[in-house]
């Protein structure tokens, strides 16, 4: 027997947990579908090595479904600066003063109590199943994935690996950059593999938590430190946090092989002295990364968020972030589409999801792979560029700010001129 929904999402991780969250507490019936189940919180567990730093409008969007709090029970750390310098070495370097090519921005200066916190992806995850299941609206079904999806003029049907077949007016596809409900509606991508790849590392280090996140751009690619909580009294003086190096494939899978001690003196060495002492490092992976756009975010009864939707590059921390924005942007509509007594799937508020995320992402995308590139070239009238841009950005605080504010999440929008000018960059078409 077909079992009836509204909605059926497909990927429980943070965006999908989010939506059938705020789509439950709307009183829409949703059907939400993983096939893995995270891990309990466990406080004396080491951290997750997946963390992202969440923006004030994540946060914003997280207090609204009521997952806030249970993540700052479990654990978060607000950061109030991040900084951000050029450290290519070139004989241009020596012409400019060393001033000019490092810029920090601070919560104070924004006008705000902090810029953001960073949050381990299993703990945003883990408090947003709790209100989910608090939503008796809510069908939560774990253990297997979708093996089809159908499209009538009337509804989409699905079928689970064991044979169960759901059925509902609007599919969504939360289910992450493979997302297999976009291959199986025919939705194409367009993706292009960054050279490099981003080793994260969680570590333990000598000292008290930070209040910075930083990130230095080396020729070989950005180095990073994010901070994590107290080690507590396992460890005592030790706090935890967690390093990103980007680098070449073949440099990383060197790195990869090294033990912990010589992994710690090769850290050493590349990372900048600002980096505190490290003790430990309690577990590394590695992730290719891509830019990588679905040619369409909805397709009849289907529809993409999240991941499923556009990767980007993780330099700037803003992959959740955007999943998150494209969660609240279908949820509202989603409101207006019920409250008309339209078809979930109509496509007057369909179209209206395409028309508001697709810009903002792909001017996000282009912004990243303008840094990319920017920090990537050692050209001399690029690396003039992009020392004399830092320096503009030290020089001028208001425009500065404004940005930053927009990429904290603070501002809904981009200062207008910011805007046109991510609009007119080539290449804006093609992704
Ligand atoms: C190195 C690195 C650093 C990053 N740092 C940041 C950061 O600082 N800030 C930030 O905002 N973002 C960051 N990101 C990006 C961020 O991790 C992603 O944007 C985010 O995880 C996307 O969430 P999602 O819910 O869309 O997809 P996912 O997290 O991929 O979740 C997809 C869910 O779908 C489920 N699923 C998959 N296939 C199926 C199926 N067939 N059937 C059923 N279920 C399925 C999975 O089990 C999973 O639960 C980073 C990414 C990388 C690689």
Redesign the pocket.
């Known amino acids: 027997m077909t079992q009836a929904f509204d909605i059926i999402i497909?990927?429980?991780?943070?965006?999908?947990?989010?939506l059938a969250t705020g789509l439950g507490q709307q009183g829409i019936k949703v059907c939400l579908?993983?096939?893995?189940t995270?891990a309990d919180f466990d406080p004396h567990a080491s951290p997750d090595i997946?963390?992202?730093?969440?923006?004030a409008g994540?946060e914003r969007y997280l207090q609204s479904l009521g997952a806030w709090h249970a993540i700052l029970a479990m654990r978060a750390t607000p950061y109030r600066r991040l900084a951000v310098w050029d450290d290519t070495p070139h004989p241009l370097s020596k012409l400019l003063p060393g001033s000019l090519t490092e810029v920090e921005f601070s919560a104070t200066d924004l006008g705000a109590s902090h810029l953001g916190h960073?949050v381990e992806?299993s703990i945003t995850?883990n408090a947003l199943w709790q209100t989910v299941k608090r939503e008796p609206d809510v069908a939560l079904m774990t253990g297997?994935?979708?093996n089809t999806l159908d499209q009538s003029a009337d509804q989409a049907t699905i079928t689970l690996e064991d044979g169960t077949e759901l059925s509902a007016q609007l599919i969504i596809g939360?289910?992450?950059?493979?997302?297999?409900?976009r291959s199986l509606a025919g939705i194409g991508v367009t993706r292009d593999q960054y050279e490099q790849q981003?080793m994260?590392m969680s570590i333990r280090y000598r000292g008290q938590p930070e209040d910075i996140t930083w990130q230095g751009f080396y020729p070989s690619g950005p180095r990073a430190f994010?901070p994590l909580h107290s080690a507590g009294d396992p460890f005592p003086g030790e706090t935890w946090g967690s390093l990103?190096w980007y680098d070449c494939p073949a440099r990383l899978a060197q790195l990869k092989a090294l033990s912990d001690d010589q992994l710690m003196a090769e850290i050493r060495t590349a990372f900048p002295a600002r980096l505190p002492q490290l003790t430990h490092i309690d577990a590394k992976a590695s992730?290719?990364?891509a830019r990588q756009h679905a040619k369409q975010y909805v397709l009849n009864r289907v529809v993409l968020?999240?991941?499923?939707?556009h990767?980007?590059n993780?330099l700037?921390?803003?992959?959740?972030?955007?999943?998150?924005q494209d969660a609240q942007c279908l949820q509202g509509l989603i409101k207006e589409a019920r409250r008309s007594g339209d078809d979930l799937a109509n496509p007057r508020w369909l179209a209206q999801y395409e028309h508001q995320r697709r810009p903002a992402n792909r001017r996000m995308m282009l912004a990243m792979d303008l840094f990319y590139h920017l920090f990537s070239n050692q050209i001399p009238p690029v690396h003039l560029a992009r020392n004399l841009g830092l320096g503009a950005a030290r020089a001028l605080p208001f425009a500065r700010n404004r940005v930053a504010r927009y990429a904290m999440g603070l501002d809904e929008q981009l200062p207008r001129p910011v805007q046109q000018i991510l609009n007119r960059l080539p290449g804006l078409n093609r992704i």
């Open positions: 497909v990927g429980a991780g943070m965006v999908g947990a989010a579908i993983d096939k893995a995270p997946r963390v992202s730093a969440l923006s994540s960073i992806n995850q297997q994935g979708i939360a289910d992450g950059a493979l997302s297999k409900v981003a994260v994010l990103v992730f290719p990364i968020a999240g991941d499923a939707a990767t980007i993780p700037a921390g803003q992959g959740v972030n955007l999943g998150f």
